[in-house]
């Protein structure tokens, strides 16, 4: 059975840091891609970052771009968001998803691209 677990979130100053976590279990023999999503009250979860299977290509979004990274440790079955530069605007709940796929998948920030979701960690920035 697949899983994917979050951890990392907390409440923050506007300007801090925080590193969310993401473990990736049950994928067997198969690669998997992965991205970050969030959700604030009263609004459609976007994507904010993907990460393709070997970890060669990222992608952002806009509004996240200069401030956040996303990083892979297929040793580790681990997904990180490094996030910078913290705005209150970034509140919100941040969801890890991914998919596997027998050779490569390109991950990116389409939700219907991933068939396996975590629970979410809270993030609050405060100004």
């Known amino acids: 059975e697949v899983q994917v677990v979050e951890s990392g979130g907390d409440s923050v100053q506007a300007g801090g840091s925080l590193r969310l976590s993401c473990a990736a279990s049950?994928?067997?023999?198969?690669?998997?891609?992965m991205g970050w999503f969030r959700q604030a009250p009263g609004k459609e979860r976007e994507g904010v970052a993907g990460?393709?299977?070997?970890?060669?290509?990222?992608s952002y979004a806009e509004s996240v771009k200069g401030r956040f990274t996303i990083s892979k440790d297929n040793a580790k079955n681990t997904l990180y968001l490094q996030m910078n530069s913290l705005r209150p605007e970034d509140t919100a709940m941040y969801y890890c998803?991914?998919?596997?796929?027998?050779?490569?998948?390109?991950?990116?920030?389409?939700?219907?691209?991933?068939?396996?979701w975590g629970q979410g960690t809270q993030v609050t920035v405060s100004s």
């Open positions: 049950g994928f067997d023999d198969s690669t998997y891609c």
């Open positions: 990460i393709a299977s070997d970890g060669g290509d990222t």
């Open positions: 998803a991914a998919e596997s796929a027998l050779r490569y998948c390109h991950g990116g920030q389409d939700n219907r691209a991933y068939s396996y």
